[in-house]
Nanobody, 117 residues
Framework: QVRLVESGGGSVQAGGSLRLFCAAS?????MGWFRQTPGKEREGVAT???????SYLDSVKGRFTVSRDNAKNVLTMQMNSLKLEDTAMYYC??????????????WGQGTQVTVSS
């Protein structure tokens, strides 16, 4: 099991920026960020395999950038031009490559992002 600790969430006005961090006890092949709001299913925001390009939820493409520091085991997500609909609890996730895609099985406790008008 991988231990994941998120930080960097907070409150920001629409159009602003935040940077999320995830400190991992170890990195796995697949790392990613998910988000969830009350009453909705958790959705994948960004996935980054160790070797390969990151993939993003359509609604955040061009605004969010995920990166991984494999030497320090830190996953980062820069979030720009934040919108009200980006408000959610954001979770860091770790997993493996399975069947042609990333499969996640370890989760952090989450960090809250709140975007206001």
């Amino acid at each position: 099991q991988v231990r994941l600790v998120e930080s960097g969430g907070g409150s920001v006005q629409a159009g602003g920026s935040l940077r999320l961090f995830c400190a991992a006890s170890k990195f796995t092949y697949c790392m990613g960020w998910f988000r969830q709001t009350p009453g909705k299913e958790r959705e994948g925001v960004a996935t980054i395999p160790r070797s390969g390009r990151a993939s993003y939820l359509d609604s955040v493409k061009g605004r969010f950038t995920v990166s991984r520091d494999n030497a320090k085991n830190v996953l980062t997500m820069q979030m720009n031009s934040l919108k009200l609909e980006d408000t959610a609890m954001y979770y860091c996730a770790a997993g493996s490559w399975y069947g042609g895609s990333c499969s996640f099985d370890s989760w952090g406790q989450g960090t809250q992002v709140t975007v206001s008008s």
